[in-house]
């Protein structure tokens, strides 16, 4: 290998790897945005705890006529029942915040601040 050529090698080499190191040649040409067909939300925290519940993007889009009934997640070994009406998911599609209140366990309950988060 003569020296022009051992040269013109590692120049090669180095804009190659630049052009690597900066993403040229990828199959996506945007980044990829976090998914939001679901948000989860923290409740206020009452005897020292709190508890989240999950909502779906679809549930806001298009309510469903009895709403949405689930449990919460498990803190201070309990959980919490959490219902939202139609109307309430309707609000939240509207923009509007709804405060929710969960079902008493364990002698109390807790709030959600629900808003639409896409």
Not at 16 to 45: H, K, N, R
Not at 103 to 114: D, K, L, M, N
Request: glycine share 12%; proline share 3%.
């Amino acid at each position: 290998m003569t020296r022009k050529d051992f040269i013109q090698t590692g120049v090669n080499g180095f804009f190659a790897g630049i052009l690597v190191m900066l993403g040229f040649g990828c199959s996506s040409s945007s980044p990829e945005m976090p998914d939001d067909s679901e948000q989860t939300f923290v409740s206020s925290v009452e005897d020292g705890h709190t508890h989240t519940v999950t909502i779906q993007k679809s549930e806001v889009d298009s309510p469903p006529g009895g709403g949405i009934n689930r449990s919460t997640t498990s803190g201070g070994g309990h959980t919490h029942s959490f219902s939202m009406t139609q109307q309430q998911l309707q609000d939240v599609k509207d923009g509007q915040t709804v405060t929710v209140t969960d079902s008493v366990t364990s002698g109390h309950s807790h709030q959600y601040q629900i808003s639409k988060w896409y």
